[in-house]
């Protein structure tokens, strides 16, 4: 699909259909999220693929309140998510890449001296990849925050201390094409009220 197209047409879908996703769209997915940049090329964004339906409807009830999701009106159709990716931020990794002799002048082996979280970064960039690949294989996605269980879900991933999803994303084929959630509700900014040219 072409570029500008990708970008206009991506956005949060929250309701698919039973329709299967391949396995090898889903590992394409990941291949796009891993071929992001990432700070000193440390590739600390590691994923983790669920593709088991049991498992896919323990952790949408595990990371929502009871009831929420059979009854919301937005993400009712959340529980044919057919893949769940997790990015993973790895905080560890990037502070022992910072500290190998080839970037031990920046001084940022330490967490204090880092002036952005680029673990966090590096993630965003990985999800925000995995994202544009969605649209170009004509499927949907949505990326949710974790509010709830997320100790359990540590547990459940099998996920050492220290490493933590990004959040969660979903994965299905649409069951609209009509917006939902907040752009439902909130008009879209234009250029002229985001962009600043030369000073703020
Ligand atoms: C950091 C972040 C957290 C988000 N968390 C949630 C969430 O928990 N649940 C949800 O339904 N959408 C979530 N979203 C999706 C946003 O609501 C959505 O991207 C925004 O309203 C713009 O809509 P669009 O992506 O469809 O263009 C999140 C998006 C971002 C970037």
Same mark, same amino acid.
């Given at each position: 699909?072409?570029?500008?197209?990708?970008?206009? #047409?991506?956005?949060? &879908?929250?309701?698919?259909?039973?329709?299967?996703? @391949?396995?090898?769209?889903?590992?394409?997915?990941?291949?796009?999220?891993?071929?992001?940049?990432?700070?000193?090329?440390?590739?600390?964004?590691?994923?983790?693929?669920?593709?088991?339906? !049991?498992?896919?409807?323990?952790?949408?009830?595990?990371?929502?309140?009871?009831?929420?999701? #059979?009854?919301?009106?937005? &993400?009712?159709?959340?529980?044919?998510?057919?893949?769940?990716?997790?990015?993973?931020?790895?905080?560890?990794?990037?502070?022992?890449?910072?500290?190998?002799?080839? @970037?031990?002048?920046? !001084?940022?082996?330490?967490?204090?001296?880092?002036?952005?979280?680029?673990?966090?970064?590096?993630?965003?960039?990985?999800?925000?990849?995995?994202?544009? @690949?969605?649209?170009?294989?004509?499927?949907?996605?949505?990326?949710?925050?974790?509010? &709830?269980?997320?100790? #359990?879900?540590?547990?459940?991933?099998?996920?050492?201390?220290?490493?933590?999803?990004?959040?969660?994303?979903?994965?299905?084929?649409?069951?609209?094409?009509?917006?939902?959630?907040?752009?439902?509700? #909130? @008009?879209?900014?234009?250029?002229?009220?985001?962009?600043?040219?030369? &000073?703020?």
């Amino acid at each position: 699909m072409e570029f500008d197209r990708t970008l206009r #047409r991506r956005r949060m &879908h929250r309701s698919f259909t039973d329709e299967p996703v @391949k396995i090898e769209q889903v590992l394409a997915l990941c291949e796009a999220a891993i071929r992001a940049p990432s700070a000193g090329f440390t590739q600390g964004t590691e994923l983790i693929v669920v593709t088991d339906p !049991g498992r896919i409807g323990n952790i949408l009830e595990l990371i929502t309140t009871e009831g929420w999701l #059979r009854n919301s009106p937005t &993400h009712s159709g959340l529980l044919n998510t057919q893949a769940l990716i997790f990015p993973i931020v790895n905080k560890p990794a990037y502070l022992a890449r910072y500290g190998e002799p080839d @970037k031990a002048d920046t !001084g940022m082996a330490f967490e204090d001296a880092w002036p952005q979280p680029y673990w966090t970064v590096d993630a965003s960039f990985a999800t925000m990849q995995l994202l544009l @690949k969605v649209v170009d294989l004509g499927l949907g996605a949505t990326f949710m925050g974790i509010y &709830h269980g997320a100790d #359990r879900l540590q547990d459940l991933l099998a996920l050492p201390r220290g490493l933590e999803p990004l959040g969660i994303v979903c994965i299905g084929h649409p069951a609209s094409t009509l917006a939902t959630g907040s752009p439902s509700r #909130r @008009k879209r900014r234009g250029p002229a009220t985001l962009i600043h040219h030369e &000073h703020w």
